[in-house]
């Protein structure tokens, strides 16, 4: 079903995108497929393939049915050339940012990122000679200034961690292009059913498929979407050495959830958007941050920019701070205190008392964690039932 997202609306690519009956058996399921090694037929044939005459199965970690499937299924709906499934989103990152950049090369990243990805360039790239500066990329023009002759790449992440901060993609798109720097986007909170950067100009997409594309919290998974030749020595060159393939497992765990992407992600759309509208008129909240609300500062580029809708995070600031923060987290019952998103059940955090607890205040604040700052991965449940649970653990007498 080659080129199948060009004829076919989102929900009918997500259903059969990647997928064919198997020829051995006619099972309409991918079959998954364990085997970690292929019979090679004869010396000949075995010759054949190792010369890449002939195209085979070998090994798992250089190639699986299962994988593939998920692969074709992914590329199609972030209408990609190619993806790459590996084994975690980080995996995903490291690896098409290896792909692009060497020792003494420059990365210009955006600062509002997932935190361990801000990690990998500070302490893992740094110690390769590869040096990133964070910028404020909310404004391009912040991007274009930091650009110099040693710059490789342009990273993005959009919306942003931890205030769902917004990047202009087809802006910054044309920077890097002028300048001929390579472009990533980690496209994990919105997924493919809100925005897709490769349509706005953007080189590369990576992805915690563990998030949206699993959707069901059971299986951790990453992508790399983009040009087809980029992503063959994204598999060529980091991914095969440094080994971070995605298990059959999981990929067919990924095939099964992301049959039902677009129908998920359409009803985290509509509750999280619910939700950030209760929020922003409850007494005890001092602030929401939403893309899809009026009130966000890049509201308008949000709606050029993400047009299936404004996802599934929601963030918000508490006036009483610490200990609201805290009293809320001990009274939820529908939603989880637990990091991760995209899961069906609503999960949140509130990172001043969890997560970055072991973080200074100032350090905190300076990445715009606030002591009253929560941040929900709204899930699948009815919104009714959300607004009640969070309502019983806010206080109303602010
Ligand atoms: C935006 C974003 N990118 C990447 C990652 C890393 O993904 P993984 O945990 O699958 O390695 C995460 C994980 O939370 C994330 O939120």
């Known amino acids: 079903m080659a080129d199948h997202h060009r004829t076919f609306g989102i929900h009918t690519t997500a259903i ?89 090369d420059h990365i210009v990243s955006a600062g509002a990122i997932y935190p361990s990805a801000y990690h990998l360039m500070v302490t893992q790239l740094g110690a390769l000679g590869i040096q990133t500066s964070f910028v404020d990329a909310t404004d391009p023009a912040n991007v274009e200034r930091a650009i110099r002759p040693a710059t490789k790449l342009v990273y993005l992440e959009t919306p942003g961690n931890p205030l769902l901060t917004l990047c202009d993609l087809e802006a910054i798109g044309a920077i890097a292009r002028r300048a001929g720097v390579a472009t990533i986007c980690d496209n994990t909170f919105a997924s493919p059913v809100n925005q897709r950067p490769l349509d706005l100009g953007i080189d590369t997409v990576v992805h915690s498929a563990t998030k949206y594309f699993c959707g069901h919290g059971d299986a951790v998974g990453g992508l790399v979407a983009g040009r087809a030749a980029f992503i063959e020595r994204c598999f060529t060159e980091p991914l095969r050495y440094y080994g971070g393939i995605m298990a059959p497992f999981n990929a067919y765990l990924m095939l099964r959830g992301t049959i039902t992407l677009p129908l998920r992600v359409e009803r985290h759309n509509a509750n999280a958007l619910a939700l950030a509208a209760w929020l922003e008129h409850h007494p005890a909240v001092a602030r929401v941050s939403y893309p899809g609300l009026p009130s966000h500062p890049q509201h308008a580029l949000a709606k050029r920019q993400m047009p299936g809708g404004f996802g599934g995070m929601v963030c918000f600031d508490l006036k009483g701070g610490i200990e609201a923060g805290a009293r809320l987290m001990n009274a939820v019952k529908v939603c989880s205190l637990a990091v991760s998103l995209g899961d069906a059940r609503s999960l949140i955090t509130h990172p001043a008392s969890t997560t970055h607890s072991v973080v200074t205040r100032e350090a905190r604040l300076a990445q715009g964690v606030t002591d009253g700052l929560v941040r929900l991965s709204v899930g699948l449940e009815d919104v009714e039932d959300l607004i009640a649970d969070l309502d019983a653990g806010l206080d109303r007498r602010q």
Do not use: C, Q
Request: charged share 15%; no cysteine; glycine share 8%.
């Open 16 to 104: 059969h995108a990647g997928e064919s009956p198997d020829p051995a058996t006619g099972a309409l399921v991918p079959p998954l497929h364990l085997a970690t090694t292929y019979h090679l037929g004869t010396a000949e044939n075995g010759a054949a393939i190792f010369a890449g005459e002939k195209e085979a199965y070998v090994y798992t970690r250089w190639g699986n049915p299962t994988v593939a499937a998920f692969e074709r299924k992914a590329a199609a709906l972030e209408h990609a050339e190619a993806a790459l499934a590996t084994a975690s989103g980080m995996a995903a990152i490291a690896a098409a940012i290896l792909t692009i950049v060497k020792a003494g």
